[in-house]
Every structure is written in C-alpha cells, then in structure tokens.
C-alpha cells in the first residue's frame, strides 16, 4: 500500500521568511496529494491540493510543486505570518479512492 | 459549509470500558471515516463507511468496532477501552462523487483511558 513521509517534523522561521515542507510517497498509481493544515483545537483543513496532471499549483502565499518521475511533493508558503504557524499535513490518495495515506505532520511556528 | 461535529470534545474513560464516540456531518456525504492522530505518527485510517450499513477497515481496526445506522452518523465504537488507545480521534466525510476526495474534518475528540 501507499506509504507517505513528511520532512521535517518540526519547523521554525521568522516572520516574512518563506517555509517549506517535503513528502514521499511510495504508490506511482497515487494520482492525488492534498496539503491539511491543522490550526490548534481544529481539525486538518484542506488548503490547496495538487493532481498528478500538473506539476505546480500556487494560491496567493502558498504553492504545491510535484515531482511524479521522484515520487515527491512540497509545499511553500512565502511571507510567512504568524497565523501560518500550525501542524501542516501532506497526504496522497488515488483517484476516487478513498484510501488516502497522511504524512506524519509538521509543526510549523512563525516567529513574530 | 460542510459541518463535522463530534459529540466531545474531551472524554475520560477507565480501562475495559465500552466507550461510544459519535460524529455528525450535515452535508450529505456518502463517505465517512475515523482517524486516528498520534503524535508522529500523523492520521490513521481505523474505519470507513462509503454508505449506510456499510463498512470497510482501515489500518488500524483492532480493538474497534462502528456503526453506520443513519447516513449523517457515524460512530466509532472502543468495545472495552485500554490505555494504548488514549489518543485525538477524528472523524471526516467527504462525497462519493468527489473524484478527488477532499475530506472535511471535525474538531476532534480527545479520549484518555485511565
């Protein structure tokens, strides 16, 4: 079955610097990889995903880059602020399949 | 908005207790699933429902049951609670006819088996 990695599993920046989180994933037939942040005392909310049709994807601060012939994919989130600082998690599934696989998460603090 | 709720949000239980923990999504969604979130460790897949009456393992079914009745319910059943599954547990739904699967959490419920 498909197995996700997320690096790293923390990460601390100052405010204004750029951030960047990476995962791996070991199913070539994933074809899905949505990013969920994790605000303290809510649950994971999808905030930009990616299909494996497409190798970039940006809204506003945030981008998705992916990598199919590596089987990897990282999120960027640039001007970071300090309501950016959560628990960021990658995950990677197959179309209409509702298996889908989270990396272990990344505690992100942005440092006023 | 599509609304996950989950009946607690903190739960005490002693060991070998039967333990319900019930979520509610009000969107009409077909799918529904519970996690498990341990720290890193990330969300794991205990069960899934794609329909009523319906059910399907996850990764980590041992020692759990659910119940799917109503389309907009699904509970997460712990038959006799043991400390190891003190953990955040979340449940999520997400359409059937949704290609790309966009899962929408709730706020989670945090079990402490003592």
């Known amino acids: 079955g498909e197995n996700v990695e997320q690096h790293p599993s923390t990460l601390s920046v100052q405010e204004g610097d750029s951030a960047v989180i990476k995962c791996t994933y070991s199913?070539?037939?994933?074809?899905?990889f949505p990013w969920y942040k994790q605000e303290l005392g809510k649950g994971p909310q999808l905030i930009i995903d990616i299909r494996s049709n497409v190798g970039e994807k940006k809204d506003q601060r945030i981008a998705v880059t992916l990598n199919k012939t590596a089987k990897h994919f990282s999120l960027h989130i640039t001007e970071t602020q300090p309501e950016d600082s959560a628990v960021y998690f990658c995950?990677?599934?197959?179309?209409?399949?509702?298996?889908?696989?989270f990396g272990a998460g990344t505690r992100l603090t942005v440092k006023p | 908005d599509v609304k996950v709720t989950q009946s607690s949000r903190y739960l005490v239980k002693r060991t070998g207790e039967k333990v319900f923990l019930e979520c509610v999504q009000d969107?009409?969604?077909?799918?529904m699933f519970w996690y498990r979130q341990d720290p890193g460790l990330g969300l794991r897949l205990i069960y899934f429902s794609y329909d009523v009456k319906m059910k399907e393992k996850g990764d980590i079914p041992e020692g759990y049951s659910v119940s799917r009745e109503k389309k907009e319910r699904f509970s997460l059943i712990l038959e006799s609670a043991s400390t190891n599954q003190t953990s955040m547990y979340l449940c999520?739904?997400?359409?059937?006819?949704?290609?790309?699967?966009?899962?929408?959490f709730g706020p989670g419920t945090r079990l402490t088996v003592l």
């Open positions: 999520a739904s997400s359409l059937q006819g949704n290609a790309y699967n966009e899962q929408f």
């Open positions: 199913d070539s037939a994933s074809n899905y």
């Open positions: 995950a990677a599934s197959m179309y209409n399949n509702n298996d889908m696989r």
């Open positions: 969107m009409d969604h077909e799918n």
